[in-house]
């Protein structure tokens, strides 16, 4: 009897455990908003990843095959949030990879449309609409967030975090403190003039900032930047942030010179949390995998160097902000 009674009271812990496993297991909402930017009042538009307890199959959103549906409802309860910020001449859904794992995970994720350095519009490239803007338009990113109906108040307005690739981790350095310096990128171009991106097609003498304007938002509490873009910081700038940031950096990159970028910023902020360096990658590993018509049109963004797995990676990305958003966001407690 007592064999039988153990057995009974496994099979009984046994089923509960795995109802509260199929309860916590999600799918991933998708949700489109519209955001004014801040400056010239254009609409920008963004990507709204969140967690449903419904099953959800993929989406073709562009070129992409993403894994969410629209039109489902975003999970009971509070969430913690996750701003996205792409690189240069990105797009909303190029990290889309990075999002879902976040929203499977139960965070509500908001990629934007960054205006004026886009892949549809580049107008404001290496102007101060761009490299202050940014960061603005993040905020206005958030601002739309929390008035949303039936979305702002499933955030968690005291768990906010941000991640952003290249010119995208710069934005989330701007938003946790630093401030660009335009002389430290003119050092940068003097010893490497032929940079074409940095220094050619956007040379030092026409980048200024109107150091008054604050690009700050102290309602973000971490950062999880990849490749980011950094010759506008120095070691003073890089200072300054003191929140947490995980560092996570492609060493073989051809685009942005480790040494004065992901490197400048392991080296710099004062709350390093997290480091990790990938042997032989390129800057544009930490794009979403490139489907076939992709490839095709761009190769430049969609070859990696030999050995170098990006879908591989992508999980690694993702499993590696997730563990750094639960320490920094779920388990340090109300600020």
Same mark, same amino acid.
């Given at each position: 009897?007592?064999?039988?009674?153990?057995?009974?009271?496994?099979?009984?812990?046994?089923?509960?455990?795995?109802?509260?496993?199929?309860?916590?297991?999600?799918?991933?909402?998708?949700?489109?908003?519209?955001?004014?930017?801040?400056?010239?009042?254009?609409?920008?538009? %963004?990507?709204?990843?969140?967690?449903?307890?419904?099953?959800?199959?993929?989406?073709?959103?562009?070129?992409?095959?993403?894994?969410?549906?629209?039109?489902?409802?975003?999970?009971?309860?509070?969430?913690?949030?996750?701003?996205?910020?792409?690189?240069?001449?990105?797009?909303?859904?190029?990290?889309?990879?990075?999002?879902?794992?976040?929203?499977? =995970?139960?965070?509500?994720?908001?990629?934007?449309?960054?205006?004026?350095?886009?892949?549809?519009?580049?107008?404001?490239?290496?102007?101060?609409?761009?490299?202050?803007?940014?960061?603005?338009?993040?905020? !206005?990113?958030?601002?739309?967030?929390?008035? %949303?109906?039936?979305? $702002?108040?499933?955030?968690?307005?005291?768990?906010?975090?941000?991640?952003?690739?290249?010119?995208? $981790?710069?934005?989330?350095?701007?938003?946790?403190?630093?401030?660009?310096?335009?002389?430290?990128?003119?050092?940068?171009?003097?010893?490497?003039?032929?940079?074409?991106?940095?220094?050619?097609?956007?040379?030092?003498? !026409?980048?200024?900032?109107?150091?008054?304007?604050?690009?700050?938002?102290?309602?973000?509490?971490? !950062?999880?930047?990849?490749?980011?873009?950094?010759?506008?910081?120095?070691?003073?700038?890089?200072?300054?942030?003191?929140?947490?940031?995980?560092?996570?950096? =492609?060493?073989?990159?051809?685009?942005?010179?480790?040494?004065?970028?992901?490197?400048?910023?392991?080296?710099?902020?004062?709350?390093?949390?997290?480091?990790?360096?990938?042997?032989?990658?390129?800057?544009?590993?930490?794009?979403?995998?490139?489907?076939?018509?992709?490839?095709?049109?761009?190769?430049?963004?969609?070859?990696?160097?030999?050995?170098?797995?990006?879908?591989?990676?992508?999980?690694?990305?993702?499993?590696?902000?997730?563990?750094?958003?639960?320490?920094?966001?779920?388990?340090?407690?109300?600020?």
């Amino acid at each position: 009897m007592r064999i039988r009674s153990h057995l009974f009271l496994f099979v009984v812990l046994f089923a509960c455990v795995q109802s509260v496993l199929a309860q916590a297991r999600t799918g991933v909402g998708l949700r489109t908003i519209e955001v004014q930017e801040p400056r010239t009042g254009t609409v920008m538009p %963004a990507m709204i990843f969140h967690p449903t307890v419904e099953d959800t199959a993929t989406t073709k959103v562009g070129t992409y095959e993403i894994e969410g549906e629209f039109s489902r409802p975003t999970a009971p309860g509070k969430h913690p949030l996750v701003l996205l910020s792409h690189g240069h001449g990105g797009s909303a859904v190029g990290h889309h990879p990075l999002a879902v794992s976040l929203a499977r =995970a139960g965070y509500i994720v908001a990629a934007i449309e960054h205006a004026g350095d886009s892949y549809r519009d580049q107008s404001g490239f290496g102007t101060d609409r761009v490299l202050l803007g940014r960061a603005w338009q993040i905020s !206005a990113l958030l601002d739309a967030l929390m008035k %949303a109906p039936e979305l $702002g108040e499933r955030i968690d307005a005291d768990r906010i975090g941000v991640a952003g690739f290249s010119a995208g $981790g710069y934005t989330s350095l701007l938003l946790l403190g630093a401030t660009p310096d335009g002389a430290n990128h003119a050092k940068y171009c003097t010893q490497f003039p032929q940079d074409e991106e940095l220094c050619v097609l956007s040379p030092s003498k !026409a980048i200024h900032f109107d150091q008054s304007l604050q690009t700050t938002d102290p309602r973000i509490r971490s !950062a999880f930047v990849m490749s980011p873009l950094a010759v506008f910081f120095d070691k003073e700038s890089l200072g300054a942030v003191t929140r947490p940031v995980f560092v996570h950096a =492609a060493m073989a990159d051809t685009v942005l010179k480790p040494r004065w970028n992901a490197l400048a910023v392991r080296h710099g902020v004062r709350n390093l949390r997290g480091w990790r360096g990938i042997v032989g990658a390129d800057h544009y590993v930490y794009l979403a995998p490139c489907p076939a018509s992709m490839a095709r049109s761009v190769p430049e963004l969609c070859r990696d160097p030999a050995g170098i797995d990006r879908e591989r990676l992508q999980v690694e990305v993702a499993e590696s902000a997730r563990s750094f958003f639960d320490e920094t966001l779920l388990d340090a407690g109300p600020r």
